[in-house]
């Protein structure tokens, strides 16, 4: 029953990424990902994202460390860090976090300590949804890719 | 030319951030573009930089590098983003456009954000295009004509530097449509080319060449004389 177990997964990662594109948390730059990926670089999508996961969560450490005190709070440094978080969540296509950081910018330029932290909150709120739909994504991806590694005899793709 | 291989073209990228050097990198890669990727304006520079040692004497002030395993490799585009630290896009594009050695490699800017002067001020400094972020396959497709563009002037270039004499001007002179123009019809027929380029007055050893051309002028004139009023006229 392996051959069901493809189509299901199959449709179980469609079911995802069309509820992830329903609620605006990805868009179309999602797509294109996808379509890097090839015999070639079967990894892609997952290698690109993993190293955006990694560089978001030290860009957002380094925003709460900034935001710490209120009195000090470097607002350039906190844009230079809004700065690189928008521009690598637009390339993998995380329209919500994007977003998000186009608002906490809003309220950096403004040296608005609260508002800054309130958006801080969201971005981490933001970042986590994003990233457990995006480990769901991708092991239901490994499911499906050792699911249709089986072959019968007979099998058709 | 003769070479075995199809040669590609080679692309430097250069982001400060490792998720878009990792997409570009795969943008071109997928396009069949050999790719060197960097993270910095000074790094890109120091790259070409050891390209340029292998040839000839750089004039400008570009750091040198040893040039071991540089050896005969070309940029045939640089595309960067303009946001960086240190060195913004802008500014590599106007060091890379002062350079001698180095103005003629077509320059790509791309941007995260939509800001009309920057835009202009980027083409005006000498940019082939401007694309907005994220960067998607359709515009990688757009580079090639630029590549191919300044690829057929190296070649211009490298066959008549093959001639004892120098024709420095008339390959320096004309914008780059006229050139295309120009280089279209040089390229159909090498020999009353050379001939052709020969009747500049810059050497003293003409005569040799003024027995070559009257030979050629006998077989075709038309084309010879459209072809050097063409240069004039630029």
Known sequence: MLGWGVEFLRAEMNRLLSLLFHQGVLDEQFLQLQQLQDESSPNFVSEVITIYFHESEKLLRNLRLLLMDKELSDYKKMDIHLNQMMGSSSSIGAKRVRNVCVAFRAASEQNNHAGCLRALELLEHEYCYLKNKLHELFQIEQQRALASGVRYPAQHD | ?234
């Open chain 2, 1 to 234: 030319m003769g070479a075995a291989a199809e040669p590609r073209f080679h692309v430097l990228a250069v982001d400060d951030s490792l998720v878009d050097r990792k997409l570009i990198e795969r943008l071109l890669k997928i396009s069949s573009y050999q790719v060197t990727t960097v993270d910095s304006g000074s790094k890109a520079l120091e790259f070409l930089g050891s390209l340029v040692n292998d040839d000839r004497s750089s004039s400008d002030a570009l750091p040198s590098v040893s040039p071991s395993d540089h050896q005969g490799v070309d940029v045939n585009l640089i595309i960067t983003d303009y946001c960086m630290p240190g060195m913004t896009g802008y500014d590599l594009l106007k060091k890379v456009k002062e350079s001698s050695s180095l103005r003629d490699i077509p320059v790509v800017i791309m941007s995260s954000e939509n800001v009309p002067s920057r835009i202009t001020r980027c083409l005006e400094e000498g940019a082939e295009e401007f694309i907005l972020k994220p960067v998607r396959l359709s515009d990688v497709n757009k580079l090639r004509p630029h590549m191919m563009r300044t690829k057929k002037l190296k070649d211009q270039e490298q066959e008549s530097q093959e001639e004892p004499e120098r024709h420095g001007d008339e390959i320096g002179l004309p914008p780059p449509p006229c050139q295309h123009e120009l280089e279209t019809q040089q390229s159909q027929d090498p020999q009353t080319q050379q001939i052709q380029q020969s009747q500049q007055p810059k050497s003293g050893n003409n005569s040799n060449k003024r027995k070559a051309i009257d030979v050629e002028e006998g077989l075709s004139p038309d084309r010879t004389r459209t072809r050097y009023n063409g240069v004039a006229t630029f």
